[in-house]
């Protein structure tokens, strides 16, 4: 649940602590619009994974290309965004591309590393469709390396967590790397 009050309080002292005036023209409705920022992120992650289980026989790869993700890092809180391409191999269990889309978003609209994002993804997949087995890689840029920092602008950082067969099969892992290779 979030807290308005709190967090138009800090806004407030943070606005003072750079030396801003929050009452000035342009400011002063800044913490509020802030607030409500954190309670629609709030609202957008809170969904329900309703599954969809149909083609029991099917158990081919299934693959999502380029699910685009905002996220904030947890050291700054500055944005980093990119992409998140998500395969696994359904043992009954497949899930709709909005929900995956879901997933990302609600994992990710939060104070987070982007090592820890990628991994939650891979969990939760796993949790929720047990399927034989899962790959996640995420490619991002993150605000506080372009604008600050090591000031590299363009940097993409890439991190992967594979489960299941993914982990295990060689070539399951070298037909996902692949296919997320080609455009
Ligand atoms: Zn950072």
Redo the contacts with the bound molecule.
Sequence with gaps: MVDREKIKTAIRLLLEGIGEDPDREGLKETPERIARMWEEFDRLRSFDMKLFEEFGEYDEMVLVKDIKFYSL??????P?FGNVHIAYIPDGVICGLSKLVRTVRALALRPQVQERLTQEIADFLERELKPKGVGVVVEAE????SMR?AMSPGHITTTSALRGVFLKDMRTREEFLKLIKEA
């Design positions: 890092c947890e050291h700054h809180l500055l980093f993150h605000l506080c390396m920092g």
